[in-house]
Structures are given as structure tokens and as C-alpha cells.
């Protein structure tokens, strides 16, 4: 059950403007979403995360803080194909380099939502925002489940396995989970989807079999293989009880996604990447998705949001 403490006391609507037509059932998200509030029906409820210090600390190029807004903004004219409700719950902001802070407040207005039966959907900000995203779904299961089954499956150009000893950022998240889930007896259920081999060195390709992570390289995605891929990723899903999705924006080819920290030479287009977030949509394990690294300093006619705002929609159309 949410309360009002649990939400900011306002949220900031401006984003949701967009055109709107005479004819009957004719409506867009910006005519739909709501501010979130205590006791709403369970739908889907966007969180903005506006930080890019993790990505400062990965040394990339900052601007992901911008990120959540200008999802907002090319999702609001899209066309609306929901039955359920869709909410805004407001930005949890990161306050210069006071990342730990910020991936609490996230986690904190994360837990909540889950245990009201909302499906959030997190707009990013850096891949720091894995970690939070994590730790918000893992407060949600700790009361139900001594050691639940979850499956974590992230579309992205990097594994983001680096050592956490040595600093935290947008680098480290799921080596940070890895960590958690030994902490806790959990098992540790990692597909790692697009990766770049000459993005990521020798070792995190070790430390990926040592974590026994499902991968798939960007060279492995073509239209013949696209069957194998969805049996790989359906065996997956069948291993695990809940579903977390992380979407790295700089999986998708530079040109697809030019406004990203770490734009891909090479990539996997949007193409074949809707079939298989189909998969894990359709599945009914699907607890939690985010959206990471979107610059809109570097976007290119506002591609990139344009690409998130539609796998925002893709990933609730049968909600």
C-alpha cells in the first residue's frame, strides 16, 4: 500500500504536451498519464532518474541527467494503446557526485510501487541506475521469498562487471549486484545481451563465465539467428520467478542512438531488439525495466529519445 509520503509532494507535468485530435479514440499519453497518488489503481508508473555521476566516475561524457525529461517529452505524443492507467512519479536527482544517496532514494521509491502492484518503468540517467533499480525490486521480494529467482537480463554494448572495490559508477552495477546476491544466498541470474567484444577487455569476459552470465555479442544478432536468440532468452526466462530489464541505450548502432555516453560502432538495431523485450513482456515475470544512458547533449533530431519513448511504448502495450 503507497502513501503519500512515499511520493514528492509535486510532480512536475510540463513535459506531457502534445497535439491533440478531434476524432473519438484519439488519445496520447500526454492526455492519459497522471501524477502518481497514494492508493492508484496498479498500472505503469515512470520514475526518472537525472544522474549521469556515475557515468562521470566511468569517465564518459556526462549529460544522462538530462535524460528523463526528454523521454517525457517524445513519449507524450505518442499514441495511447493502454487499458490500464500510466502514472509519473516524479525524478529522484543525484546531487553532483552523491551517487550512493541518490541510488537509496531510488531504491526507497521503488519498493514501495512494487508492493502496490505497479509496474515501473525507470528513465535514465547513467547505467548506475541498474544498481538502484536492483536494490528497489530486492527490498519488494526480501519479505516473500528466502531466495528468490531472479533473472536479470540487460541489452547492452557492456557488461558493466568492473570491479566495485575501486570505485563505483555506471561501470560496476552488476558486478555491485553479483556482490548482493552472495550477501544474501541469492542466486545471481545474469543475461548480458549485445555485448561488444571490443568494448569490454579479456577480463570481464572472465568474470562474466566465472558469474556463469548468459551472453550474446552484437554479431550475434542477425534476422537468421533471431529464433535461436529467443529460445536462448526463453530458457533463461524459465530458470527465473521475476524479471528485471535493463535497457543500455548504447546497445542500439550510433546511428540509431547517436545521444548516448558511449556510442556503438556496430550495435543491435531496434529491429531485433523488439521481438525479444517481447518475449520478456509477454512472459508474466516482468517486475521492473529501466532505461539507461540517454544524453540528450549529443542526440541527433532527438533520435535516442525518440527510440526510448518507443520501447517505453512497446513495453506497455498489453498493460
Known amino acids: 500500500m503507497t502513501t503519500k509520503r512515499d511520493f514528492p509532494a509535486a510532480i512536475d507535468m510540463t513535459p506531457w504536451q502534445g497535439r491533440t485530435d478531434p476524432e473519438p479514440d484519439s488519445e496520447r499519453w500526454h492526455q492519459r498519464i497522471r501524477p502518481i497518488e497514494a492508493g492508484a489503481a496498479p498500472g505503469t508508473v515512470l520514475v526518472g532518474f537525472a544522474s549521469d555521476a556515475g557515468v562521470a566516475r566511468n569517465q564518459g561524457r556526462t549529460g544522462a541527467a538530462a535524460g528523463p525529461a526528454a523521454i517525457r517529452r517524445a513519449l507524450a505524443p505518442l499514441a495511447w494503446h493502454r487499458q490500464g492507467p500510466a502514472f509519473d512519479a516524479g525524478d529522484v536527482s543525484c546531487e553532483g557526485d552523491a551517487l550512493e544517496a541518490a541510488q537509496e532514494a531510488l531504491a526507497a521509491r521503488l ?35 528466502t531466495s528468490p529467482r531472479v533473472g536479470i537480463i540487460n541489452f547492452d554494448a557492456h557488461f558493466d562487471l568492473r570491479d566495485p ?34 568494448a569490454n577487455t579479456r577480463a ?45 541505450l548504447d546497445v542500439l548502432p550510433a546511428a540509431e542512438a547517436p545521444g548516448v555516453s558511449a556510442p556503438a560502432a556496430r550495435g543491435v538495431s531496434l529491429a531485433m531488439l523488439e521481438p525479444l523485450i517481447e518475449v520478456i513482456r509477454d512472459s508474466g515475470k516482468l517486475r521492473l525495466a529501466d532505461l539507461a544512458e540517454l544524453n540528450p547533449a549529443y542526440d541527433i533530431d532527438n533520435r535516442t529519445a525518440r527510440v526510448a519513448a518507443r520501447l ?8
Open 204 to 248: 570481464l569476459f572472465r568474470r562474466a563465465e566465472e558469474l556463469d552470465v548468459l551472453v550474446r555479442e552484437d554479431r550475434d544478432f542477425d534476422a537468421r539467428r533471431l529464433d535461436a536468440l529467443q529460445r536462448d532468452l526463453e530458457r533463461f526466462i524459465a530458470r527465473c520467478d521475476h524479471l528485471y530489464l535493463t535497457i543500455d
Open 111 to 145: 519498493a514501495p510501487l512494487l508492493d502496490a502492484g505497479h509496474l515501473p518503468i525507470v528513465l535514465g540517467g547513467g547505467h548506475e541506475v541498474a544498481y538502484a533499480s536492483w536494490s528497489g525490486l530486492a527490498r519488494h521480494l526480501a519479505p516473500h521469498a
Open 312 to 319: 517505453v511504448h512497446l513495453l506497455t502495450l498489453n498493460g
Open 165 to 198: 572495490a575501486q570505485v563505483r559508477s555506471s561501470g560496476t552495477p552488476f558486478a555491485q549486484i553479483a556482490e548482493q546476491c552472495r550477501t544474501r544466498g541469492w542466486p545471481f541470474r545474469y543475461a548480458c545481451l549485445g555485448v561488444s567484444r571490443a
